[in-house]
């Protein structure tokens, strides 16, 4: 226990804690064992970060089997039983064939399809244990290499998060090592003899087209590693969207994403719907209106919240209308707790949608 590099990672792990609120009294925390050494050090630190923080969490280390017959788990269940903890072993056995059937040609096997997988078997399994945390192995490399596949590859700033709340699941899922530095990990489990294992199947691997200097050089790696967590100095121009509606052009909508914009509105005091789009409505700059939306499936758009005057609403309701048919067809609009003078006024009629008894105003585009 006086091991240097594993005091530091204990670090590392209280550092996340202390910021993100990652482990608490009386939480129930599954850690699922799979894929390498990460997972080792994973259960190694929280086990003794909660003797070091005095925290009384419960620990549930997991193995999946996910049909793949060179996957054993005797290591894992003997490391377990050595902090006098108890493997469960849960039969996925669905994940390998699925993999296998959307497996490309001559290609490896979907990581991301492998990672949805894992998710939804870890559901089921946090569930039956009574557990509201599952604690993933992730680290400070992993978040880097996200953030710039994500820029390179999909246009967006966007990684992983030290904590992520599974809405429809009501779980929370935990990345105590996102503090920690892979290298970390592979000197501790090194040192303190953790055994040797890698998963041997064969995943693709997130094609890196990051400069060699952001994962070597000190400097520059702890710079990333301010910059993730830097709230106060974030600044990029999509916080000053703003754009015209077609139809009146003295009429804008600006998209809220700052918490200075939310002081503006009403939205802050009604819970959030998953996927909500805010907007507010400005007339020569000056607040008129807000609206909300959000996709209810693919190709059905529901506007929950309305507030302002009819003559305002409408301008703002068609330009949205407008700009998300541009990008989807076909869409059914549907309009939620709305005076009829707006809906008819807008081109809504009421009808009742298929599956349901009750009429709504509906508008169909495409």
Known sequence: MANLTFRNVL?????????????????????????????????????????????????????????????????????????????????AKFIYPTLLSRQKE??????????????SALKDVAHSL??????????????????????????????????????GANIDLI????????????TMAEELSFPHYE????????????PAILLQDE????????????????????ETLEF??????SYTLKPVYSAKDMRLTHFASRKEKEGEKDFLLLKH????????????????????YLEGKDDDLCVGLKELMDRLSQERIPLTFRLLNVRKSLALRCGFSKKKEYGSTQERYLLKRG
């Open 199 to 210: 998963s041997s199947l064969p995943l693709s691997e997130m094609e890196s087209k990051i």
């Open 130 to 167: 009574k557990a509201n945390k599952i604690a993933f192995p992730s680290t400070h490399d992993e978040a880097v290499r996200t953030l710039f596949f994500n820029l390179f590859e999909n246009g967006k700033f966007a990684t992983i998060t030290p904590k992520l709340h599974w809405e």
């Open 11 to 91: 670090s590392c792990v209280r550092n996340a804690d202390s910021s993100y609120a990652l482990m608490e009294e009386s939480d129930r925390i599954v850690v699922p064992l799979f894929g390498d050494r990460d997972c080792f050090g994973l259960l190694y630190a929280l086990f003794y970060y909660r003797r070091y923080r005095q925290k009384n969490y419960r620990l549930f280390p997991v193995f999946l089997d996910v049909g793949y017959s060179k996957e054993d788990p005797a290591c894992w269940e003997k490391f377990a039983m050595d902090l006098g903890l108890s493997l469960t072993v849960v039969d």
């Open 285 to 304: 700059q000056r607040k008129v209106g807000e609206i909300a939306y959000r996709f209810c499936s693919r190709h059905r758009v529901e506007f929950f």
């Open 244 to 249: 015209f509606c077609e139809n009146d052009p």
């Open 175 to 186: 990345r105590p090592l996102i503090l920690c530095e892979r290298r970390q990990l592979e």
């Open 219 to 238: 400097k520059v790696r702890k710079s990333l590693k301010k910059a993730l967590s830097n709230a106060e100095e974030f600044e990029l121009y999509f």
């Open 106 to 119: 001559r290609k490896k096997l979907s990581r991301s399809l492998y990672s949805k997988l894992l998710k």
